[in-house]
Every structure is written in structure tokens, then in C-alpha cells.
């Protein structure tokens, strides 16, 4: 599933400048199972970095929608029977045709109904786990968070986990890497997290390893939301300058300004 | 369910200032089912162009609220089990009470399964039928979109349709016009489709011509947008400044810059 | 329930002020059951304001969420089997731990299916009752509105009613008020009425007074709404100025500038 060749942070930072420009011009579509309250700032965010959103949670529709998707994401907000059965099925159709998936394990921290789906779905082996620290400590089953607790997570599943935070950290258990670019406002606005695993799923679509594509998401939306927030005024006039700053980025942007270390 | 009276295009963009003029004195209710990720910026289109939201799809209500709107708009955007039923009850309560409705047969070129449930809805002859290029060939059964396509789609569904793009190009088979007013924009907002679908259901509740009501909300949406992307610094701004541009606008804006022909 | 201290309008402002301070403060966790048009602006605005919002909907989750929750909000949007059944077991959790709670009753004047549903809901004892003159008028079973409706609701219903238009009337039966802040733009954008609703649930969480909760929340959401009209060019403008304008708001400016009378 990944290509493990030694990457110095240099090389993370020309590869995510690489997959960022390969993104604008493929185009990926990107089938988003997500909360409702997410969707419009996902699919927005999601259209501004080059890719195609579709967001149907019909169990009998979610077939047909991730057969003709590059890329899944699976969020965990407002967990219905509905929705549990429509991740189900787009999981299937994903490890048959080998489309590359993100989880979002939203607030597995404080429903153990949804901690208790997470784990069975982590048993799928998501090419990426995005997730903030106490819902990584959760999943692994610790009070706290620390970034050994991700190191091993990332080693259980099979994955790459990407630990979202003032600074992110990425981890497969062998490589580590921290992504320095974003802002406070992106926290004071709601469904960024989402949009940011919906990038990171569209970044998996067109480049095939998932650190990279961890590490150069993150990048994109932190550079956005440092762009976004020289002129914003508040949390409110934050959300339309990060997709007007996420639709302006360039990959010499990110060439030139990410901060993988 | 027409009025057939010949028109030049001259006399559409003076109806449909008209009919804009009329929207905003009435305020016309419009009852929408849609999918979550459309719902807010077509709820605050509506209101900007002077029409009253709203958008339950809880099968139980729909009744009780479709009975009391003047019209009615269908998009198939998420269709479960529960929307499905929605959508039956409302097309029963709208053919009851002669209350005008347009179809929105969104992806139906991606999933075969809403594409025969748009099929079953295609029987109850929509007033209007709004789509895409490529939804317009599924519909119709053919692999590519031309514009004989849609005209032989609005025979068989006895029924004004209007395929938007760069130019829309409405079409009842006897009657065609193109409206060339848009801009590029729109397409990266997402639920600005959907918006216009229900900004055309505001039309037909208050001017009793399909074809007049398709064209006039295309020239009133387009216009918004002309004046939008103006000032807009990208789709995050050009979104709350869509918002803004349709209600400032007036009936003298359309009868003097529509491009209806 | 409530403190049924005597209190002026100087009292009341003061009063209003203090709880913006400890809402600041103290950062309430509030769930949110609402219809998903209104998802994105309220959780933005409660965000804005100081609390953290959740929003799932799904019957399994809601208890662990509201039992984790500072206060609840219940808004009758969207009124599907699976949300009456969230609604039933929110309450039963909130019942429980003692937690505050707010009822937005949306469109009972319109759906009888909605009304018999807030009757039912009304027997479990609001600590605030936030609804249009149209909405109390309909719980209240009179054909129109007036205060003393309000009053004699507010009576029957062991609650505090604040009736929310031009300039808002809060009532228990015995302390009567009206907030005068506010500005006509707030009617144009979706959504906003849910959120004033969020925000009285987050100044319940922290505010002992139902009675001061929702007179100090109408008073804050209304002087953002003036501050944010100052500088909007519509409703779109104004949405995302409302935010901004919450987010900048200090107890300083409540203490300053409520009409509490």
C-alpha cells in the first residue's frame, strides 16, 4: 500500500508541491460520507483545491457513487442506522476496486457507540486515519494523548495516522513528520476539520503514499488558512477567505511555504 | 398547463422582469426537497430573490407544507428510503391542488437507481425539468447531450426543460431560447444548481408560463452572478456575494440586461 | 427553577452582561437537535459566541452526547421518526441529570403533526419556550397573537416564553421584558432564529435565571446583528458580519448597549 522510500523533509515538501499540482489537473472525484452540518464547507473546500465532491449517504446510492470515485471519505458525525449501513457498502465497493480511504473517527471520544464502530471499521485498514489527539487516545484505548499512542495506533491499523493540532503530527509507525502550517481560526470555524480529511482524501486519488498525502494535505490547508487569516476579521469572514485562499494556492505556494519537519 | 402565446424574445425578457416583479410583491412559499449539503444557500437565495423556504422531508409533514406552498421543487440529491416516500406524498398534494413543480434529476447519470426513480417522476409530468447536459442524455437514454436531445425529452415528458451550462437552453419542443447571462463561478459554489432549480419553482408560482419561468429565473440567477464575480476574489467570496447581488437586484436590472435569445 | 428575584431593566442588563462573561468563560457544551439547513450557521455562531456545540440526531448517540452537554437545544425542524425518537431520549437525559433546556418550536403553525408533537413536548417543562408570535399563538391554540397569549403560555407551560420579532418579549407569567436590539436583516438569512435559540441554551448553561438567559441572549444576538449590519450590503454580507460581530463582542459592549425594557 505504500511506497516506502526515505523521504528527508525536503523531499515530503517537493512531493506534496507534486501531488497538489497533479490534484488541479486530474481532477479526482472524491466521495465524502459525512455530518450534515460539514457538508457545505467540505464540498466547497473540496472544490476550491481541484476536486469533484459527492456526498449521497443512501445506502442504495453509496455503491454507485464510490464505484465511480478516486478516493473515499468516511467521518464518523451523526452515526444513524442509515449511515452505518451506507459505510458498510462504500467499504466494500472501496477494498474491491482498491480505492484509496480516509476515517474520520469525529468524537469517538465521547460516544462509546461510535468508539465501538470505529474499531470495528479500523479493522478495514484505512490508508489514512485523520483524527485530533483525544479521539487518537480514545481509539487506542489510553486516558491521554501522546504521540507514541499515534506511533502504535498507526502500527495496529495498518495506516497512517495524522494527529490534527496547533501543529499536526504524521505517523506510520516508521515514519514520522510534523506539518507546521495553520491557524487558530481554522478551530473557530465548523466542518474544517472534515474538509481538511475530504483534501487529504483527494490528495490520496492522485498520489499513492499516504504519508505524502497526509503530510502535503495538511500543508495545503494550513498555508490556505495562514493566507486566509492575514486579512480575516473574525471566525465568519475566515470560512470564505480560506476557500477563496485554498482556490488562489499555487504549488510553488506550497513548494515555497509548507513547513514539513 | 401552458400558455402558447408566441413570443419574441423581446416580450420574454419583458416577462420575465415582470414575473421578477411579481416574486418579489407575492413572496411566494416554495416547499424544496433537497439534499443537506444545498440546503442553506438555497434557503438564503430565496429569500433574497423574495420567496419563503421550506425544506422538511420528513414524509409525515411534507404534505401539510406542500399544501400550503405555491410551488414545489424536487431534486434527487441523497435519496433514501425516507426521501423517496417525501417526495411521493408531495408530487400526490401538488397534482391534488394544481401546484406548479420542478424536477432537479441531479447525478442520475452516475446512479442507475435514482435515474429509474427520475424516470417514475418523469410520468407525473414536471412543469419544468432543470439539468445538466449529462443528466439530459441519461434521461432521454442516449450516451451524449445535443440540444435535439432535450427537445425530444420535453415531448415525452410534456414538460419545459431547461439544461443549464455556459448558456442554458430552455426548451418545451415547440419553443426555444437560450439565456446567456452566468458566469463560471457559479459552478464552483457548491448547491447553487439546486438554487437555481428553486429560484425557477418561485417563477412558475407566480407567472403561469413554464417556458417564461425557466428562462426568467436562469436571466434573474445569471445576472446575480454576472455582478457577483465582478468584485469576488474567489467562489468562497463570489458565494455570499451571489447572495448579495440577487437582492439588490431589480425587475428594471433584467429587462435591461437579460439575454434571453 | 428559577430565582424569582425582583430585578429592574438596569438589573437585568447588568445581569445579561455578567453571563456573557462566564459563558466566555466557561465554554458550555451545548447539544443541538435542529433541522440540517440551520446546522452550519448555528454551531458557527455558538462557536462565535463561546460554547461548543454537537449536533448528531441519531436516537443511539444523542444520550452520551447530552449527557456530556451543558444545556440542550430541541428545535422541531425537520421532524422525521428517527428525530422524535433523539428528541424522546435527549429529554429523558436531560430529565435525569438536571440538564437545561431550550424549545424552538418551528412551523407549528403550519404542520398539526409538528403542533401535536410540541404539546407532548410541552408537558416535560422548557426552561425556555423561544418561538414567533405565529408559533405561540398556534401552541397556545388562539387564532392570533398578543402578549397576554404569551403570558398565560408561559403560565401553563412553567416556562419562560420569549417571543422573538421586531423587538422580543420574554414572559414567565409574572416578569415581562422586551429586548429592542436587533435588525431586520436577521429574518433575511436562514438559520438565524435556530442559533438565537443555541445561544440561549449556552447562556441557560451558565445562567441559573431562565428568565436573564433568554433576555440576555435576544439582547447579544440583536446588538451583533447591529454591529454587523453597519457595514453588510445584504443578507450574504450578513451572515458572515453576524459572526464576526459575535465573536467580537465583549460583556463591556452588552453592559453598554442593551435595550432590556
Given amino acids: 500500500m505504500m511506497h516506502e522510500t526515505p523521504m528527508t523533509p525536503a523531499d515530503m515538501i517537493v512531493a506534496a508541491a507534486d501531488a497538489f499540482a497533479t490534484l488541479r489537473e486530474r481532477k479526482p472525484r472524491v466521495h465524502v460520507i459525512t455530518n450534515s452540518v460539514a457538508q457545505p464547507i467540505t464540498a466547497n473546500l473540496l472544490i476550491a483545491a481541484g476536486g469533484i465532491p459527492s456526498m449521497t449517504i443512501s445506502p442504495e446510492e453509496v455503491p454507485d457513487f464510490v464505484a465511480r470515485a478516486d478516493a473515499l471519505l468516511v467521518n464518523l458525525g451523526t452515526l ?13 465497493v472501496a477494498g474491491d476496486e482498491g480505492t484509496p480511504w480516509v476515517l474520520d473517527p469525529v468524537f469517538v471520544d465521547i460516544s462509546s457507540t461510535r468508539l ?11 490508508w489514512i486515519l485523520r483524527a485530533n489527539p483525544g479521539e487518537v487516545a480514545a481509539l487506542a484505548g489510553e486516558d491521554g494523548y501522546e504521540p507514541v499512542v499515534a506511533d502504535r495506533l498507526a502500527l495496529e491499523a495498518v495506516s497512517t495516522v495524522l494527529v490534527t ?8 509507525g516508521s515514519r514520522h513528520a510534523r506539518v507546521e502550517n495553520g491557524n487558530p481560526l481554522l478551530a473557530q470555524v465548523t466542518g474544517t476539520g472534515c474538509a481538511g480529511s475530504a483534501l487529504t482524501a483527494a490528495f490520496l ?8 498525502a497526509a503530510t502535503g494535505a495538511a500543508a495545503v490547508i494550513g498555508i490556505a488558512a495562514e493566507n486566509a487569516a492575514q486579512s480575516a476579521e473574525g471566525p465568519g469572514s475566515f470560512a470564505w477567505r480560506l476557500v477563496d485562499a485554498l482556490h488562489a494556492l499555487s504549488p510553488a505556494d506550497i513548494a515555497r511555504r509548507a513547513r514539513i519537519v
Same sequence: chains 1, 2, 3.
Avoid: M
Fill in 205 to 212: 486519488a492522485v498520489y499513492n503514499d499516504p504519508f505524502v
Fill in 116 to 126: 465501538a464502530f470505529a474499531h470495528e471499521i479500523l479493522t478495514r485498514e484505512p
Fill in 80 to 92: 444513524d442506522s442509515e449511515r452505518r449501513s451506507a459505510i458498510g457498502g462504500a467499504l466494500d
Fill in 165 to 172: 493540532g496547533a501543529a499536526d503530527y504524521a505517523t506510520n
